[in-house]
């Protein structure tokens, strides 16, 4: 049974912390991408960050570089999101999603960067909310 599912959301003030959790179970994780994406109300769904099957490669989007972390525990099934310095503009249901990664694949880092797989799997989505 194919299981996607997120945790770690809630309500923090600026500047505060967060760590989601992405779990998985029913499909080969380590051969798969991980990317967080992240969906405000009225907004268009936005690529938040991304870890190539390996933890080789990671990728950020520029408004959460350097405050957010990926990262993920392949003996878990688990892909993990710390957010350091949370914003009122953070606010959002955030997504994990998981996309097949070809072991011939000739620049992991590129497709990390411009999220190019096709992401087959979804998790329900937690909420995020930044706020005072």
């Known amino acids: 049974q194919l299981q996607f599912v997120e945790s770690g959301g809630g309500l923090v003030q600026p500047g505060g912390s967060l760590r989601l959790s992405c779990a998985a179970s029913g499909f080969t994780f380590d051969a798969y991408a991980i990317a967080w994406f992240r969906q405000a109300p009225g907004k268009e769904r936005e690529g938040v960050s991304c870890?190539?099957?390996?933890?080789?490669?990671?990728n950020y989007a520029d408004s959460v570089k350097g405050r957010f972390t990926i990262s993920r525990d392949n003996a878990k099934n688990t892909v993990y999101l710390q957010m350091n310095s949370l914003k009122p503009e953070d606010t959002a249901i955030y997504y994990c999603a998981a996309g097949y990664e070809s072991p011939t694949a000739l620049d992991v880092q590129a497709m990390c960067n411009s999220l190019k797989y096709e992401f087959a799997y979804w998790g329900q989505g937690t909420q995020v909310t930044v706020s005072s």
């Open positions: 870890i190539s099957s390996s933890a080789g490669s990671t």
